[in-house]
């Protein structure tokens, strides 16, 4: 998974942030079209995404909109327009921050560091029974380790993190397993089904992780 998508149509603006997003040692991809961000943060995800509103193909306004349909992933709106009736509507639609043009691009590393500082941060996920202890890498159910493979614990930290929010099939292989989808149903279906084994109390009448006919998994 990419680390930040920076969706900006000025070519200059954005070669210059991701080289210096990269120097500061992330991974990132760089588009000026809103439709190739979309197709790129559906195909390979990114943990974080510096929008610009005004693009051609899909606007920022209509990128936030479907990140937010599936997923709680960062994203920085940058933008010239400067009433605050966009920036309210930008924040009001889950941006994470705001940021106008003409800015300072310390400023805007500044925020997406202190971003990822407070995800980092956390230690644990807890949600009734089931705490994922993100430092170990490990899953706990009544206070017992349940023993995990690393992609068990990436699938259910990802649903977790996105409790109540149907995922759509693509979107989860592509995050935890890659851009490889020949094997996308299959080996998605069997880590549910062995998640479903450990957490459930009835795992043939789930309650935590739900099916979505025709579209994906929720975590409930």
């Not at 023993?147 to 977790?160: H, R, V």
């Amino acid at each position: 998974m990419t680390d930040i998508l920076v969706v900006e149509d000025n070519q200059e603006l954005r070669e210059v942030l991701v080289d210096f997003l990269r120097n500061e040692g992330y991974t990132v991809s760089g588009t000026g079209d809103g439709d190739k961000a979309l197709a790129l943060y559906e195909k390979y995800g990114a943990r974080l995404l510096v929008l610009d509103i005004m693009l051609p193909g899909a606007s920022g306004m209509r990128i936030l909109d479907k990140v937010r349909e599936k997923s709680n992933t960062p994203v920085i709106m940058v933008s010239a327009k400067l009433g605050k009736d966009d920036k309210l509507s930008a924040l009001i639609s889950g941006a994470d921050d705001y940021i106008e043009k003409p800015y300072d691009i310390d400023i805007l590393i500044a925020k997406i560091k202190g971003i990822f500082k407070r995800r980092l941060a956390i230690d644990e996920i807890t949600d009734g029974n089931i705490t994922l202890d993100l430092v170990h890498e490990q899953i706990i159910k009544d206070g017992q380790v349940i023993e995990a493979t690393t992609k068990e614990f990436e699938l259910l930290k990802l649903l977790m993190e996105n409790k109540g929010h149907t995922l759509v099939k693509h979107y989860i292989f592509s995050t935890i397993w890659g851009s490889d989808s020949e094997s996308e149903e299959q080996t998605l279906t069997v880590h549910i089904r062995r998640l479903r084994e450990k957490l459930e109390d009835n795992p043939k009448v789930p309650v935590r992780i739900i099916t979505v006919w025709g579209k994906g998994y929720r975590y409930e």
